[in-house]
């Protein structure tokens, strides 16, 4: 069935409450273990109902923001979704005071039993209305990207579209397009900080509500962190510091050579070549057949998990006026069918989204028919991100169906871009460390705040002729800081380790696919820091790991000091 005729309908919310407290007592009351881990699955059962009416949803109205059914009905589950927290955690209560729990923990795997106790931390009745305001907040970010309208030149452009301006070989053209985004959010500035503000205080009143000094362990224990804290994290940061800050930066310096000038103002940085940067020689149809090909050789899984893909349209890949900014994958469990969202422009990034989604895509295919509890469909996000990560480097061979003879010069773009994302990454992850310490901060010390720490992870960076960024507006075109607090850090840890897959495919490639397709399989059964054991991955957070995986990165650039793209 395709994705156009999956059919919608408001769950009863009502009648799902009563039904899975129904359940939910007979676990309760049940005498033995074999009849608590049947009720599981029904309970499972009810949930997926529900989540996927919630996820069909979703899909639609990001898709097209100006839908008034979908804008109504998306409103419904940011008002309402919240009120299943209650349920789902009187759930695992029970799960954890069960007296057969040994049993259910030999049946149903430890880490369930681990993810119950994280979700018991993050909720309480009280905070319920809070909740649904922080829904509503980040749908309103959402809404406002959305529906930007950018006048460059005569002509109206989005978000997405401007993209390929900002990219010109031509400087001027390139400054304007970017001074015309900017101009966006600097007109909206107001309103971004206030959204941003509003979810701050949200967010540090629920920690408050819940017994926390402040949101920071609240955010940790919402993404599912069993296994690594702050203290880890900030050790990681300082390994990027130390380790990337100097190889992206010498980067940069090669890239103003390259492309003929002294010095990268911020309307240069995104170009990386004189002649343009590398693009997709087709769009949106075109690039989905030619990713058709690629994943038919690059294994049997991939081949049928994209055939899927492709025969149900499951993907939406072309920008239009009203679609959501970005791109994601989401999963409809009604229907163990992943969905990819994202917005082509007919740039390099089209075929980045296109491989890193489908690396998520690949990943709850794979999981979601290889196990068989809610709980596990997906890791913990770092987790997650390295499926997506590592998906764009395992398919380096086939770059050359979607950019001809642009294929060098993509396969150079990607690999540095991928080293200087990491201290743009760790910066919005301190950055919000520091906005979570200090929730009384004014929207004019957070962009001082994030200023500083532009200057300590990006060097780089000068916006000479752009007050609002040099006054530290940067940030407010970062959607993760605004609806997934704490998120960003996960694709520098999943990058690390992306890095890794790279460096052991170029050693030995059938070994390092198999531990990946295992990897993908297990989905959330097991933590983080486990899950990267049984990839055969070294830990980012173990002293030296950065160091020894960019090392294979480094010889490539050497290697590559004096071609001429």
Known sequence: MKFSDYA?????????????????????????????????????????????????????????????????????????????????????????????????????????????????????????????????????????????????????????????????????????????????????????????????????????????????????????????????????????????????????????????????????????????????????????????????????????????MWDNGLMDNSAKDGKMTGGYCTFIGKHQSPFIFSNFNVTSHDVTVLTHEAGHAFQCYATSRNQNLYEYLWPTYEACEIHSMSMEFFTWPWMNLFFKEDTEKFLYEHLSGAVQFLPYGVAVDEFQHIVYENPDMSPAERNRAWRAIEKKYLPHRTYEGSEFLENGGFWHRQSHIFTSPFYYIDYVLAQICAFQFWKRSLEDKEVAWKDYVNLCKAGGSKSFLDLVKLAGLKSPFDEGTVEWAVQPIKEFFEKKANVKF
């Open 8 to 308: 919608y309908q408001r769950p009863d919310l009502q009648s799902f409450k009563s039904s899975f407290q129904q359940g939910l007592d007979q676990f309760i009351n049940a005498q033995n273990a074999e009849q608590q881990a049947k009720l599981v699955h029904e309970l499972n059962a009810l949930r997926i109902e529900f989540d996927s009416m919630a996820s069909i949803c979703s899909i639609r109205h990001s898709i097209n923001t100006n839908d008034k059914f979908y804008e109504t009905e998306n409103q419904f589950f940011d008002e309402h979704y919240p009120e299943t927290a209650e349920l789902i955690n009187d759930y695992y209560r029970a799960l954890l005071t069960s007296p057969f729990r040994k049993e259910l923990e030999a049946d149903l795997g430890k880490q369930l039993f681990v993810l119950a106790e994280l979700s018991l931390k993050t909720f309480e009745p009280e905070i319920l209305q809070d909740m649904k305001d922080e829904n509503k907040e980040g749908t309103a970010y959402n809404q406002l990207k959305a529906r930007a309208k950018i006048d460059f030149r005569g002509q109206t452009y989005n978000l997405s579209s401007i993209n390929p301006l900002e990219l010109d070989p031509d400087r001027n053209t390139r400054k304007e397009a970017q001074d015309a985004k900017w101009k966006f959010f600097e007109s909206n500035a107001g309103e971004v900080e206030g959204i941003y503000d509003r979810l701050v205080k949200l967010r540090h009143g629920m920690a408050n509500k819940l017994g926390y000094k402040n949101y920071i362990p609240l955010g940790y224990a919402r993404m599912r962190r069993s296994d690594y804290g702050p203290e880890q994290v900030a050790v990681f940061r300082k390994q990027i510091l130390e380790q990337i800050v100097p190889i992206a930066t010498e980067l940069y310096k090669q890239q103003a050579k390259r492309i003929g000038l002294e010095k990268l103002e911020y309307y240069d940085l995104a170009l990386g070549f004189p002649d343009g940067n590398p693009t997709p020689k087709g769009e949106a149809p075109w690039m989905e057949e030619q990713a058709g090909k690629m994943y038919k050789e690059l294994s049997t899984e991939t081949d049928e998990f994209y055939r899927y």
